[in-house]
T-cell receptor, first 113, second 114 residues
Framework: AQTVTQSQPEMSVQEAETVTLSCTYDTSESDYYLFWYKQPPSRQMILVIRQEAYKQQNATENRFSVNFQKAAKSFSLKISDSQLGDAAMYFCACLEYGNKLVFGAGTILRVKS | EPEVTQTPSHQVTQMGQEVILRCVPISNHLYFYWYRQILGQKVEFLVSFYNNEISEKSEIFDDQFSVERPDGSNFTLKIRSTKLEDSAMYFC????????????FGPGTRLTVL
């Protein structure tokens, strides 16, 4: 069965600093996709970044980048130059065979000014 | 930029009542989904829908639940007889493709069952 684990229930970062959120997953598939979604207090789910497992290059989107370690089944999210608007719950998710996204429990990110 | 929309934003209902949650997926998307998030818990998959039929459903999606695409734009989730434990945030999502397609989420409907 597919599982996604986020071991950090809560993280804090100073504004303008860098923070890394951890995620590990378990899948028997060789072809799968990984995502980070952001959920601000409004509770809307917003796509942050996507990574295809067959791509070795780590995905980046402006201040957001991932460290994808396929052998270790690790998919961490790095947020550079943190801003107050980055404060939210962050969910890691895995999509393998089929269309079902499996989510981790989430990490609350607090940004201090 | 196209968005998934959902109505209502908040629905309050009495236990045992039927509710219909509505979603308008992004117009060129072909795959539609419902997820739910009980307060303080993980987001859980309920069902996926393609070509006017369910393609996958979870164990949560029992006979009390049904989905429908009544016209070319709406996608609905019906709960026939609501229970207290159905109280949750319900998210609709859509994607262009199936296998590996990025799913874009709507803002959610908060369902409160009293």
């Amino acid at each position: 069965a597919q599982t996604v684990t986020q071991s950090q229930p809560e993280m804090s970062v100073q504004e303008a600093e860098t923070v890394t959120l951890s995620c590990t997953y378990d899948t028997s598939e060789s072809d799968y996709y990984l995502f980070w979604y952001k959920q601000p207090p409004s509770r809307q789910m917003i796509l942050v970044i996507r990574q295809e497992a067959y791509k070795q290059q780590n995905a980046t989107e402006n201040r957001f980048s991932v460290n994808f370690q396929k052998a270790a089944k690790s998919f961490s999210l790095k947020i550079s130059d943190s801003q107050l608007g980055d404060a939210a719950m962050y969910f890691c998710a895995c999509l393998e065979y089929g269309n079902k996204l499996v989510f981790g429990a989430g990490t609350i990110l607090r940004v201090k000014s | 930029e196209p968005e998934v929309t959902q109505t209502p934003s908040h629905q309050v209902t009495q236990m045992g009542q039927e509710v219909i949650l509505r979603c308008v997926p992004i117009s060129n998307h072909l795959y539609f989904y419902w997820y739910r998030q009980i307060l303080g818990q993980k987001v859980e998959f309920l069902v996926s829908f393609y070509n006017n039929e369910i393609s996958e459903k979870s164990e949560i999606f029992d006979d009390q639940f049904s989905v429908e695409r009544p016209d070319g734009s709406n996608f609905t989730l019906k709960i026939r007889s609501t229970k207290l434990e159905d109280s949750a945030m319900y998210f609709c999502a859509s994607s262009v493709g199936g296998r590996g397609g990025t799913q874009y989420f709507g803002p959610g409907t908060r369902l409160t069952v009293l």
